[in-house]
């Protein structure tokens, strides 16, 4: 099992306590960003845009613990910029575990086996480790050669000394189905505790906008990815959300079920799109025009997102939340995913969708060899 039961029932009382009284839009992950800078400047990541005298800013730790009180979501992710990089970072995690917020603490690991020592191994902190793919795949995607192997080094280093380790893994389209499983084989050998997999969000400042997938593509690369997965692989994912990936299960984005918290406050509407903020995580909710976002909206900056931090909120609330879907769970568990065939292109989905562009190839910037705050930011 890739979460712990203690942690699958903190969310499935949660999402129950929400259901039964009324709520209909609730936050299940606080995407805490408490600095942008980063050590890498990555080919798809759009959060290389801000100037200097914001890059050096922090949210103290009393700033991160009055959002994740204000928010009272049970489950805390910390990506960036590199939040290692953040000189109380381990302040803030501690004071997270104290309030018993299940942490997700998205690194690079470039600086993880230097900083180890600043934190406790326990059941509420998870080392999520970017890994865009293999070796070659992923120093490719951050720009720097060597990068993969000091991940490797890290997440070995992180369970030898009794922590939690997931990978986080953003797919583009450029990604290999065959070198990926070969990946999943990998990291389940190493003992990581289960990976997260995302199509890329097309962020417009991205250096590499030829990397980003349309839906159709999307569907088409993770049916082929994820075809008869094996039943050792374990997913730090909902089964309904590897299934929604591969065209199989429709979802609709529920964008506050991933708020943002960052230095210019909170985030509208989400992780991936900034148009506004908020001072408070009530007016975030309150203030917020919800129906102009999601595919169901039209608008066409979520058309073709498949992001996780849209659509999982979505796929444990229907889990829980409706018989089909828990039903559907079930079968997934007992029976595993990507059972259907594994088609270069999808069957024809219910619903309209634009037709994948012409793939040209692609063009990177000169990789990057930066060793300390390079402008940038890790991707969810």
């Known amino acids: 099992m890739a979460v712990p039961v203690?942690?699958?029932?903190?969310?499935?009382?949660?999402?129950?306590?929400?259901?039964?009284?009324?709520?209909?839009?609730?936050?299940?992950?606080?995407?805490?960003?408490?600095?942008?800078?980063?050590?890498?400047?990555?080919?798809?990541?759009?959060k290389i845009q801000y100037p200097t005298d914001i890059l050096r800013k922090n949210l103290s730790p009393e700033d991160c613990f009055r959002a994740v009180d204000e928010c009272g979501a049970p489950i805390v992710s910390i990506p960036g910029g590199e939040p290692l990089l953040h000189p109380?970072?381990?302040?803030?995690?501690?004071?997270?575990?104290?309030?018993?917020?299940?942490?997700?603490?998205?690194?690079?690991?470039?600086?993880?086996?230097?900083?180890?020592?600043?934190?406790?191994?326990?059941?509420?902190?998870?080392?999520?480790?970017?890994?865009?793919?293999?070796?070659?795949?992923?120093?490719?995607?951050?720009c720097r050669d060597g990068v993969y192997d000091i991940a490797i080094a890290a997440i070995k280093s992180a369970l030898t000394r009794g922590f939690r380790v997931t990978t986080n893994s953003t797919v583009f389209n450029n990604g290999d189905p065959a070198a990926m499983r070969q990946m999943f084989d990998d990291l389940m050998d190493l003992g990581v505790e289960g990976m997260m997999l995302s199509p890329g969000y097309p962020y417009e400042k991205a250096p590499?906008?030829?990397?980003?997938?349309?839906?159709?593509?999307?569907?088409?690369?993770?049916?082929?990815?994820?075809?008869r997965a094996k039943r050792r692989w374990k997913f730090n994912l909902s089964p309904l959300f590897l299934e929604f990936l591969q065209g199989r299960w429709d979802l609709e984005c529920t964008p506050w079920g991933t708020p943002t918290y960052n230095l210019f406050g909170w985030q509208k509407p989400c992780y991936l799109l900034q148009e506004g903020t908020a001072a408070t995580f009530q007016e975030l909710m309150e203030t917020t025009e919800w129906e102009r976002y999601g595919r169901a909206s039209g608008n066409p900056k979520c058309a073709n997102c498949m992001v996780h931090c849209g659509y999982e909120p979505t796929a444990v609330a229907e889990t829980f939340g409706s018989v089909r879907g828990f039903l559907k769970v079930v079968a997934l568990t007992l029976f595993g995913t990507g059972r259907g065939p594994a088609l270069e292109e999808p069957e024809p989905p219910t619903h309209a969708a634009p037709p994948p562009p012409e793939v040209v190839p692609l063009t990177l910037p000169p990789r990057r060899q930066r060793e300390t705050e390079t402008v940038g930011a890790s991707r969810p």
């Open 6 to 46: 203690s942690q699958m029932w903190t969310v499935a009382s949660y999402v129950l306590s929400q259901r039964l009284r009324g709520v209909k839009r609730y936050p299940l992950v606080l995407m805490l960003e408490p600095l942008f800078r980063c050590n890498l400047a990555c080919a798809g990541c759009g």
């Open 88 to 142: 109380q970072i381990d302040e803030i995690v501690a004071g997270l575990v104290a309030r018993k917020k299940y942490i997700y603490l998205c690194t690079n690991a470039l600086l993880l086996e230097k900083h180890l020592h600043r934190f406790q191994p326990s059941k509420y902190l998870t080392f999520s480790i970017h890994l865009d793919g293999p070796r070659e795949e992923h120093d490719f995607a951050v």
């Open 208 to 227: 590499a906008q030829d990397l980003f997938l349309q839906r159709r593509q999307t569907e088409s690369l993770f049916r082929r990815m994820l075809h």
